[in-house]
């Protein structure tokens, strides 16, 4: 059974207080804008059979107008010709082709009427769908939000990602603990026989190589001045 049986239910249905009592709004708006869609075309199709009568009854009056000045024609005509019983009866078909008119008219006039209320009905279809298409839009933006920062919080509160953290400081812990024990190696250490006499024989090597880079310099130096003089 659909939710809505009946066009008037529709119009004077009220879209907010019925998603409020909604489990499932979202379901339920689709539901409902799929109701008003088949409606509306069930309701413009009817309007376009009754528009296609109204010309159809528009068509039958012009033609009826057009026989009935023809028989007042031919009424008129007998007479002048002293023809008094044909004029009777042109009168007589003349005045059956009034009575039809006349309930043309009428039928006429219900169905302006009724296409009158039909356009207005469908105004006020379309402007619940438009609503209804609104407020699906918007709760599918917020729906789709939502679902993104709830995929986000539960990654923050997953407790795979706790452990892994847990594990990332564990092995940090590891490391600085390698680092002290290499480091405690050379706290308190002597320098050994060998490393002293490194030490004597490298600051030796430099010694004698700064002592031939003056040598190397000096006579450069000393014929500059001779030059001078």
């Known amino acids: 059974m659909s939710i809505f049986s009946r066009l008037n239910d529709i119009i004077n249905s009220n879209i907010t207080a019925l998603l409020d009592k909604a489990e499932d709004p979202q379901k339920i708006i689709r539901l409902v804008i799929q109701e008003m869609e088949d409606t509306l075309i069930e309701v413009r199709s009817d309007a376009a059979r009754s528009i296609a009568e109204r010309k159809k009854l528009r068509r039958q009056l012009q033609r009826m107008e057009r026989e ?4 007042q024609r031919k009424a008129e005509l007998a007479l002048s010709r002293d023809r008094e019983d044909l004029a009777r009866a042109a009168l007589a078909e003349k005045q059956r082709l009034e ?12 169905l302006d009427e009724h296409l009158g209320k039909l356009n207005e009905d469908i105004g006020q279809l379309q402007k619940k769908l438009d609503e209804a298409k609104a407020r699906h839009k918007a709760m599918k933006v ?3 939000a939502l679902s993104g ?4 919080r539960e ?5 795979r990602i706790s452990d892994a953290l847990g594990r990332f400081e564990g092995m940090e812990e590891k490391i600085d603990q390698m680092e002290g024990r290499v480091d405690a190696y050379d706290l308190g250490r002597n320098k050994s026989l060998d490393d002293e006499f490194a030490e004597l024989e490298t600051e030796d090597a430099v010694e004698n ?5 003056k040598a190397r310099l000096k006579p450069s130096s000393a014929s500059g ?3 001078a003089k």
Do not use: G, P, Y
């Open 142 to 144: 917020k729906q789709d």
């Open 149 to 152: 920062r709830l995929r986000t």
């Open 209 to 213: 190589e700064l002592e031939a880079l």
């Open 225 to 227: 001045e001779d030059k």
């Open 155 to 159: 990654k923050l509160h997953d407790d």
């Open 99 to 110: 009575r039809n008119h006349e309930m043309l008219n009428r039928d006429l006039a219900d």
């Open 68 to 71: 009935i000045e023809e028989w």
